[in-house]
């Protein structure tokens, strides 16, 4: 257990991070107003007509901010045709322009629209992957030069009463805060902080920050490290949530839950895009669910949780919250220690399991071979509960049942018994190998937690009806942290009646926050009345790909798409994902323009960038291996480049 500055107002109670207001047109961000939903076009910003109609669809649906790019002065100035078009057919939305290498593209936008995005990376730099030495004197002068270039679009700004964000991304820090800082979420605090004291010396403060990765580890503990240092230094702009390349489908959904939820569960978050590879009118639906999760009326069913420990105004916690590493746990069977979070499905609600019933959590019986064919999303444990399995299950499978059950079972083999609490010290007969004991908050008092202290071949089951799920969960892992019990983790949620979108979003906010703090050694997710166990399973695989704690498939960083694409991403990535989704473990990059490029796919293995139209660069991580290859041949040349370097394996059929 260590103290750490604290980064939100409560990590056992829903307490907003209170932040100034910040008006954008006649939409405030910040203070008491809700949290508000935005996204981004993805015409093309000069084609006036399509850019209008889908700002509208957009609006429509729920979108309060529209972001329209504007890589040019062209653009820019099109942005008060297009604002004028919008104002004729009665909407009044807030514009924001998408600014990155234009400062005079800024400039003119500021005029005349409500917003300007600027990305500290490449505002004032050009990014060229160089280490550069720097003495103090000399970094001072770059700070300068910086100064220099921005000043003219803050005086704007306050002279016209234009809002504006300082949009750092991890992908995107520039060669000067890389070579001092790192690859790290301090360097992407500091990016923001240079821009932010400039604003501050000239007494503008009309600014939201964002902090955005598609890592979300990294996106996590950068808004965290951010929102220290503003405590610190009695600063309180609003935030701007997202995950940069979430992707599209499921993959992407789950992934933008994971790492917004794991802010807003903490109080964090005051406008949210959700950025998927979708027509962006998909994206509103996904965002309003997420924020409709911390409305005053949800906010009111949460159940008390014991505080946290707190000395001269610092946290107790057993983990860095800035920085991720996984709880340190016993090995129990192939839990814990060293071992890739389990996933255990949840079969105790079926009337009879068969072999047939394993093919939703990925295991597939041949009948005239005789034998299991397992896929890369196989869950590591079922749970029949009362129910009892009569044919031989796979190899890599354990199953779990009630220990009134289990006790039954002559010579159990790869089974193991469910214990509610204390009834594991009660019974005459345990596992010599593993037993699954479940504990709640009410169960965790002083008599018991002694109990644990000298249990062994024990994985303790995490579980709670509390609606405020997350930091209950988080809290009782506090609890057995102060008590030095490192009996491995597992997280159980309960769900019921609810939709497969509002459960997939649900689960990956309260389980990815956790996973992201290196909690837990696995998760098991129980559905009641709701959707399938393949669902579930999957779901249960994509929490664990989009916190990093368990590679199972390809992962694909996507770009959401915007005015700057230069090629169709939509049917691009349906094309490479078709040919690529069984390359395990492999991360591909798919950027429509050279801003989304080699730094904004920041760890991927391979990148598919677009340069020009009809023309594609690829990348052999952050270096150009191929450049303007014609997109027609542009992903056979991508498997090429895959097979070059020894990551290429033939698909099963």
């Not at 600014?99 to 990305?119: G, L, Q, W």
């Not at 490449?122 to 220099?148: M, V």
Request: hydrophobic fraction near 35%; proline fraction near 4%; include cysteine.
């Amino acid at each position: 257990m260590k103290l750490y500055l604290p980064y939100s107002n409560s990590l056992t109670e829903y307490k907003r991070f209170v932040t100034r207001e910040v008006l954008c047109g006649n939409v405030g961000i910040g203070g008491e107003n809700p949290i508000r939903i935005q996204s981004m076009t993805t015409t093309d910003t000069m084609d006036t007509k399509a850019t209008v109609a889908q700002s509208i669809r957009m609006i429509e649906a729920g979108c309060e901010l529209v972001r329209i790019t504007a890589p040019s002065i062209n653009e820019a100035k099109n942005l008060e045709v297009i604002k004028k078009e919008l104002v004729a057919a009665g909407f009044n939305t807030p514009l924001v322009a998408d600014i990155h290498f234009t400062p005079n593209a800024a400039e003119y936008a500021a005029r005349i629209i409500e917003k300007v995005r600027v990305n500290p990376g490449n505002y004032a730099d050009k990014k060229k992957f160089e280490e550069i030495e720097y003495t103090d004197s000399a970094y001072e002068q770059e700070l300068e030069r910086i100064r220099t270039r921005f000043t003219p679009l803050v005086k704007i700004c306050k002279e016209y009463g234009t809002a504006m964000r300082i949009g750092t991304n991890h992908g995107s820090l520039s060669d000067r805060i890389l070579s001092r800082y790192g690859d790290t979420p301090l360097g992407m605090v500091e990016s923001a902080f240079e821009f932010l004291r400039i604003c501050e010396d000239l007494n503008y403060y009309n600014i939201v920050i964002s902090m955005k990765a598609s890592n979300t580890q990294v996106m996590v503990q950068a808004y965290r490290l951010l929102v220290q240092k503003m405590m610190e230094s009695n600063r309180n702009y609003p935030l701007h949530l997202g995950v940069t390349e979430a992707g599209d489908g499921e993959d992407g959904r789950i992934k933008s839950a994971v790492g917004i939820g794991a802010l807003l569960e903490d109080g964090l978050g005051d406008t949210i895009r959700v950025s998927l590879t979708e027509e962006p009118e998909f994206e509103m639906p996904v965002a309003q669910a997420l924020a409709s999760r911390y409305s005053i009326e949800k906010i009111k069913q949460h159940h008390s949780i014991e505080p946290l420990k707190t000395e001269n105004g610092l946290v107790e916690l057993p983990y860095n919250p800035y920085d991720y590493k996984k709880r340190e746990s016993l090995e129990i069977a192939n839990i814990g220690g060293h071992h890739v979070p389990r996933i255990i499905a949840d079969y105790s609600n079926k009337e009879e399991i068969t072999h047939a019933s394993l093919f939703a959590v990925g295991y597939n019986y041949s009948v005239p071979l005789d034998k299991w064919n397992i896929s890369d999303l196989a869950c590591d444990y079922i749970f029949a509960g009362d129910n009892t399995i009569d044919f031989e299950i796979p190899g890599t499978l354990g199953i779990i049942y009630n220990s009134d059950v289990w006790e039954l079972i002559e010579k159990p083999e790869r089974e193991y018994p469910l214990f509610i609490g204390e009834t594991f010290f009660e019974s005459e007969k345990t596992s010599n190998s593993l037993n699954f004991v479940v504990i709640t908050k009410q169960l965790l008092h002083p008599d018991f937690i002694n109990k644990l202290k000298t249990a062994t071949n024990v994985v303790l089951v995490c579980d709670t009806i509390n609606s405020h799920s997350m930091a209950e969960l988080r809290r009782m892992c506090v609890t057995l942290a102060e008590n030095s019990i490192n009996l491995p983790i597992i997280f159980k949620r309960n769900y019921t009646n609810q939709s497969e979108e509002d459960f997939q979003l649900g689960a990956s906010t309260e389980l990815g926050a956790l996973l992201l703090d290196g909690l837990g050694d696995g998760i098991w997710i129980r559905q009641i009345n709701c959707t399938s166990p393949q669902i579930t399973n999957s779901t249960a695989f994509g929490i664990l790909q989009a916190t990093r704690t368990r590679i199972s498939k390809t992962e694909y960083i996507s770009c959401p798409s915007c005015g700057r694409t230069l090629f169709d991403l939509q049917e691009t990535t349906q094309k490479i994902r078709e040919r690529t989704n069984h390359l395990k473990g492999i991360k591909i990059g798919i950027m429509g323009c050279i801003v989304n490029g080699p730094g904004e796919m920041a760890d991927a293995d391979y990148g598919y960038v677009g340069v020009g139209v009809g023309k594609i660069s690829l990348y052999k991580g952050k270096e150009m291996v191929k450049k303007n290859v014609p997109s027609e041949n542009a992903v056979d040349e991508l498997i090429n480049l895959i097979t070059e370097h020894g990551d290429w394996v033939e698909k099963k059929h």
